[in-house]
Each structure stands twice: as C-alpha cells, then as structure tokens.
C-alpha cells in the first residue's frame, strides 16, 4: 500500500472532509464542512533571517549584518517584556509549534524594575548550583539612578494636587522672595510646587525636572 507523507505548508497540517469521487450525495443548507488544522513542530524551513540579518550559504546561520540595538526600549515600563532577535523569525504566516521544535523565537526579557528612581543589581548563585564564597568575599551590587519621570514626585508641603494625575498647585501664600539672611553671592531655592518622594534617587538632568 502506498501512503502519501502528511503535507505540511506554513508549519501545519489541515484535513479536509470531502465527497468521494465515487458517490453521490445531497449536502443540505445547513451542512458545515469540518476541517481539522494542527499546528506541526518547527523545523529550520519555517525560519527566515530577521531584518539585519544575513544567511551565510544555503544552509548557514543567520548573522547580524549591521549593529542590532540590544538594550531596553527607553519606554520599557516597569514589570514588563521586550524581545531581542536571536537572528531569526518565522515565514510570514507560518503558524509552526516552536515550543515542540526547533525555537528561533525572540529572547524575552523582563522590563528593568525601577524602585524609588534607580535600579539595583544584584549577583547571586544560579539555583542548580553549590558553590563556597571565602570570607574574603563581596558581593556585587550594581545600582543606577534611572530618568525622574512624573510617578519620582509627590506635591510640595503647601500645594495640593489636583485630580489624580493633575498639577500641584499651591493652597496657601508660598513666600517666594529671598530670605532675610542670605549672604551677598549666595543662592536660596524657591519649590516649583514638587519634590521628589522620599528616599528617590532619580535623575532630574535626564528626565523630568521639578526640583526647585
């Protein structure tokens, strides 16, 4: 008996009923044709290089071609995902399993998770591992102060905000002019109606400034 192989296109397999060519039949207005679909595991036939990738020979690997921006968006939010290309992506309209095959997908990363306006860093041993640190050792921490955003502030004493994303605006007389003891050369601050919240370390140079 000869079998003919199950014809996989774009990474699935789809079944269709239908009448054999020997009979004769009456489908009513009613009648729905079944089709089963199902997804196939992926294969390197359903992968093509990504944009700034270039194959090297018929069957080589995908390279980088031009510099590929590897760092987070700078509009990551915090606790979110962002995908960085492995070289690859699946042909357009290719449905193909990649969990149950080969997996080119994009590697997906976390969000960098800002806290009080800086993002701390720390090394730790992989689970799977035993391993003995010497009294000697330090551990490493990394931290950076991130871009102040609008979340880095909270109303100055003497304002109030208005609504709930609204401006801080003042609800009572703010004295403004120069204190009575400044010294000639000297420089005193007067509030903008904000100030960062306590313990926030965010850089006020590289984003939003409402510091006095």
């Known amino acids: 008996t000869v079998i003919r192989c199950p014809t996989v296109l774009l990474g699935r397999q789809v079944h269709y009923t239908r009448r054999k060519r020997e009979e004769e039949c009456f489908n009513g207005e009613m009648y729905e044709r079944q089709v089963f679909m199902q997804n196939c595991p992926c294969t390197e036939a359903n992968y093509e290089c ?3 990738y270039e194959r090297q020979g018929l069957d080589g690997a995908c390279v980088a071609i031009r510099a590929i921006k590897q760092e987070a968006p700078t509009d990551c939010p915090s606790g979110g995902e962002y995908t ?7 042909v357009a309209g290719d449905t193909c399993d990649a ?3 080969v997996n080119r997908l994009p590697t997906v990363i976390r969000c960098p998770t800002v806290l009080l306006g800086r993002q701390v860093h720390y090394t730790r041993r992989k689970r799977e591992e035993e391993c003995f640190n010497g009294e000697m050792y330090e551990r490493q921490v990394f931290m950076q102060n991130c871009p102040c955003t609008e979340a880095n502030y909270e109303c100055d004493y003497g304002y109030e905000r208005q609504g709930l994303d609204g401006a801080c605006v003042a609800i009572r007389a703010i004295k403004q002019e120069a ?3 400044c010294p000639s050369g000297g420089e005193y601050t007067i509030s903008n109606g904000y100030r960062r919240v306590a313990g ?6 590289q984003g939003v400034n409402r510091l006095p």
């Open 50 to 52: 990504d944009y700034g």
């Open 84 to 90: 960085i290309s492995n070289g690859y992506r699946r």
């Open 99 to 101: 969990n149950q095959g």
């Open 179 to 181: 204190p009575t003891d």
């Open 200 to 205: 926030d370390t965010c850089d006020a140079n």
